[in-house]
């Protein structure tokens, strides 16, 4: 039996959180930490919640074509997006790290023009399937 997905706001401690740990990978490659974000946040709770709807891993979102279009949409005029997402049973920490040891996850992290961070999750209708999402982006 299915339940309903749970879909998670993120609160400015999570956001902070995931953005230290974000800045300790970033800080290891000498570049500047990222600032957090809860318009990003935001942007990312709302496509993890999308993807858990949908019960599927896609940047492409239901209505949207990928990040840009969602941190548009949401006021934030972006130069540049980037982002990782990820399915699976994953608590915060560990999705971060999985994240900061793949190719190319730790490729968007790494990108030197980046200023801003947010990350969200939803729950899955299984109730163990935890869908992430973390938006990186520069200011136009």
Known sequence: M???????GTTAEMNGAAVQSTNATRG???LPPLRP???LAEVAAGHAC???K???M???GNTTSGPGDRVKARGYRPSMTAENIAA???ERDQVLRIWAGSGGHIDNIMIPQLRDF???QAIGSDGKTHYWSAVYAAPG
Not at 2 to 8: D, K, P
């Open 2 to 8: 299915r339940g309903e997905v749970t879909c998670l």
């Open 28 to 30: 290891r490659g000498g």
């Open 37 to 39: 974000s809860m318009v």
């Open 50 to 52: 999308d993807m858990a």
């Open 54 to 56: 949908r019960g599927r």
């Open 58 to 60: 896609s940047h492409r």
């Open 88 to 90: 699976g049973p994953y």
């Open 118 to 120: 947010g990350i969200g």
